[in-house]
């Protein structure tokens, strides 16, 4: 328990913030527990750590995109949207195709220049997935409301965007 609750030093009590937090009423009965000896762990957190971990591979792996991309990822509609493909010059079938893609500004693009990053089914399921739990699970919302709308990742670059439903930086504003 106190690996939970204290930094790797040991010196301060850690503070989680968003999903990997323990929820008030949880946090009283594991305190309650530790009292008597009996260690809790977060299973809840443990499995959208997972989950988050599972989009990042896939996202990184079949696009080759990078953190600072990643960062960038917004559920709206100017962000991960359905583009028609032109078919290849010397294809036998000339019919367009649909490809689902993120709309980001690459590293070191200086021109404000969004392009496209394309994503496959698997990837696009795992989204749904993970926004299903932030908007169900995490802040249970109804089916007609957004996830919040939350300031761009702190660091480098925070003042090329503007406050957005932006994946990552939604799961620690709570």
């Known amino acids: 328990m106190e690996l939970l609750e204290r930094d ?14 323990w929820p008030a009423e949880d946090a009283l009965f594991s305190r309650l527990a530790a009292r008597h000896g009996v260690t809790l762990i977060p299973v ?8 988050f971990g599972v989009l990042a591979v896939d996202i990184f792996t079949t696009t080759a995109m990078r953190m600072n991309e990643a960062l960038q990822i ?6 991960f949207l359905e583009v028609a493909i032109p078919a290849p010059p010397k294809a036998a079938d000339q019919h367009k195709r649909t490809a689902w893609v993120f709309r980001l500004i690459p590293k070191g693009e200086r021109e404000e220049q969004p392009q496209n990053y394309r994503v496959d089914d698997q990837v696009r ?14 802040y249970h919302l109804k089916d007609s409301e957004l996830l919040p709308k939350v300031p761009y990742a702190r660091g480098v670059r925070e003042h090329r965007f503007d406050d957005g439903r932006y994946l990552s930086s939604t799961a620690v504003a709570r």
């Open 8 to 21: 790797l030093l040991g010196s301060r009590p850690l503070q989680l913030r968003g999903i990997l937090a």
């Open 125 to 138: 399921h795992q989204i749904a997935k993970t926004t299903w739990y932030l908007a169900v699970d995490h």
């Open 44 to 51: 809840e957190a443990l499995y959208v750590g997972a989950m």
């Open 74 to 79: 917004r559920i709206e509609p100017d962000c």
